[in-house]
């Protein structure tokens, strides 16, 4: 289906209305004003037939206090909602101060546990404990001064020197060994 488009306005000859009165004159203008085409539904930007603007509530004097009978209720569960809101900001708060809590124990915990163990390394790591001077070794320690250098030693004191230093070496072995064990029983019993 071809459309053939024409332009009536560049046509040479208007339509004149000569020899009539004018009254006629006036009538046909105002008719032919009347009767302009208007353009097509799918080119106007909006319809005649819908209105453009939405319609506005009546004002009336319950809406204007409130909503009416809801209001209790629409507060009343406003107010639910928020203090439910609070409790569980406060328990969620709660909780993670309670964390902290426990990781603050449980670092105090391990720096005491280590602290005992640093102690029991260092009484370990000792090689002479400081022992009680009793009164056969001052007298030893006395008659050794007395000993001059170019003094030779006999050789039962050569022998007896050497049994005292073996009993010592001895003994701190024995506590070494006794530290050792009580250190691995520790750390046993901490795993």
């Not at 488009?5 to 032919?32: H, N, V």
């Not at 009416?68 to 409790?87: H, I, Q, V, W, Y």
């Not at 124990?105 to 370990?124: F, M, V």
């Amino acid at each position: 289906m071809a459309v053939r488009m024409q332009d009536l306005t560049k046509q040479p000859e208007r339509c004149t209305f000569s020899g009539s009165p004018p009254e006629e004159i006036s009538y046909a203008e105002a008719f032919w004003h009347s009767v302009r085409l208007q353009p097509t539904m799918e080119s106007r930007l909006v319809s005649s037939d819908i209105k453009q603007r939405l319609g506005t509530k009546k004002i009336t004097s319950k809406s204007s206090v409130g909503s009416g009978p809801n209001t209790k209720d629409g507060a009343s569960k406003l107010n639910e909602f928020f203090l439910r809101a609070r409790a569980l900001d406060q328990i969620a708060e709660f909780e993670r101060l309670r964390r902290l809590a426990e990781l603050r124990l449980k670092d105090r915990e391990t720096l005491h546990q280590r602290r005992s163990e640093r102690i029991k390394k260092e009484e370990l790591s000792r090689d002479k404990v400081k022992k009680q001077l009793t009164q056969d070794d001052i007298e030893e320690a006395k008659r050794l001064k007395k000993r001059k250098l170019g003094e030779a030693y006999s050789i039962e004191e050569m022998i007896r020197e050497l049994d005292l230093f073996e009993q010592r070496k001895e003994a701190e072995d024995i506590e070494k060994g006794r530290a050792t064990v009580d250190a691995e029983d520790a750390g046993c019993s901490q795993g």
